[in-house]
């Protein structure tokens, strides 16, 4: 079948009711496959393929990409833990990629009962305008 490349069909696959996990799934893979790494959480998180998830997770983690993080932390909070973030702002850091490394730094900037917690600081749709 291939990817979808018009957007809308992209959009009409990933929000079909008609959509099989297999095919979804199966559409992750082929995005995963080139480097679309976003596309292919998409259809993953809808196809419920957690070892598709993990395997952006660790990508995630490889590359320092926090945007890939917060997605991953929005879907479920249990999977990215603080020691995640903090080893994928290091990377970032290390690639030259400081706008995802301040992110992280902004996300436990509140100490306190809140970061002993695992809280963050940073409420969702807090983020600066270039962070969305």
Same mark, same amino acid.
Request: proline share 3%; glycine share 6%.
């Given at each position: ?22 095919? =979804? @799934?199966?559409?992750? /893979?082929?995005?995963?496959? #080139?480097?679309?790494?976003? %596309? ?5 998180? $809808? +196809? ?20 890939? =993080? @917060?997605?991953?932390? /929005?879907?479920?909070?249990? #999977?990215?833990?603080?020691? %995640? ?5 290091? $990377? +970032? ?21 809140? @970061? ?17």
């Amino acid at each position: 079948m291939g990817i979808p490349t018009h957007y809308i069909k992209k959009r009409d696959l990933l929000h079909s009711e008609k959509s099989a996990q297999s095919t =979804l @799934a199966k559409t992750a /893979r082929e995005f995963l496959a #080139l480097q679309r790494y976003s %596309d292919a959480l998409d259809f993953f998180e $809808k +196809a419920r393929d957690v070892e598709g998830i993990r395997e952006i997770k660790k990508i995630a983690l490889d590359q320092g990409d926090t945007f890939l =993080l @917060a997605r991953l932390d /929005r879907f479920d909070q249990k #999977l990215v833990s603080r020691e %995640d973030w903090e080893s994928a702002a290091a $990377k +970032a850091a290390a690639n030259g990629r400081n706008s995802m490394a301040a992110f992280v730094a902004r996300k436990f900037a509140q100490a306190g009962p809140n @970061a002993a917690a695992g809280k963050t600081a940073e409420l969702p749709g807090a983020a600066p305008l270039a962070e969305v």
